[in-house]
């Protein structure tokens, strides 16, 4: 079961949300962002987000793969890369147990930041079609669909474009 279709599922307190650390990915954590990817993004699409993938853009200097952790444990991640005009969100996921405590919008607002101190002003992304609570979250942080991609995953299930101007 993808993690979007549970969200609602029953969650764990967090008592205090400053406990979670963002840290830069290093390449022993290749494996586990690619499982969190496998098991909360690409469940039904096949692995295609690998632990060579994943070290692939840990190693690239026009990428970020971000790690979020409670008590050194991995609870979300994001991979984002970077050129001189746009920033692209690949992967972004937190644990159904983390989720709507605000994870992945310090995520965000992480790679939002280093995008604006790169000079970076526009961000896009896509998301399955269907994941509405994915859609909203993207919304409610400002960001505007652009369209519709058929076919944008594994050929049988679309996207949908989004994007946001920082510097607007």
């Given at each position: 079961?993808?993690?979007?279709?549970?969200?609602?599922a029953k969650?764990?307190?967090?008592?205090?949300?400053?406990?979670?650390?963002?840290?830069?990915a290093?390449i022993?954590?290749?494996?586990?962002?690619?499982?969190?990817?496998r098991?909360?993004?690409e469940c039904?699409?096949?692995?295609?987000?690998?632990?060579?993938r994943i070290?692939r853009?840990?190693?690239d200097?026009?990428?970020?793969?971000?790690?979020?952790?409670?008590a050194?444990?991995?609870?979300?991640?994001?991979?984002?890369?970077?050129?001189?005009?746009?920033?692209?969100?690949?992967?972004?996921?937190?644990?159904?147990?983390?989720?709507?405590?605000?994870?992945?919008?310090?995520l965000?607002?992480?790679?939002e930041?280093?995008?604006l101190?790169?000079?970076?002003?526009m961000?896009?992304?896509?998301?399955?079609?269907?994941?509405?609570?994915?859609?909203?979250?993207?919304?409610?942080?400002?960001?505007?669909?652009?369209?519709v991609?058929?076919?944008?995953?594994?050929?049988h299930?679309?996207?949908?474009?989004?994007?946001?101007?920082?510097?607007?």
């Amino acid at each position: 079961m993808c993690s979007y279709e549970y969200t609602l599922a029953k969650t764990y307190e967090l008592k205090d949300l400053r406990t979670i650390d963002f840290k830069l990915a290093q390449i022993a954590d290749a494996l586990t962002v690619s499982t969190m990817s496998r098991d909360l993004i690409e469940c039904g699409l096949g692995w295609s987000w690998t632990p060579s993938r994943i070290t692939r853009h840990i190693q690239d200097s026009n990428a970020v793969v971000l790690l979020a952790t409670v008590a050194a444990q991995p609870i979300g991640f994001a991979v984002m890369s970077y050129d001189d005009a746009e920033a692209h969100l690949k992967l972004l996921a937190v644990k159904p147990a983390y989720q709507r405590r605000g994870v992945g919008r310090r995520l965000i607002g992480w790679l939002e930041d280093s995008a604006l101190v790169a000079g970076t002003p526009m961000i896009y992304l896509e998301l399955r079609a269907n994941n509405k609570h994915a859609l909203w979250f993207y919304e409610k942080l400002g960001y505007r669909k652009i369209g519709v991609v058929a076919g944008y995953y594994c050929a049988h299930e679309s996207a949908i474009r989004m994007g946001r101007d920082l510097w607007s």
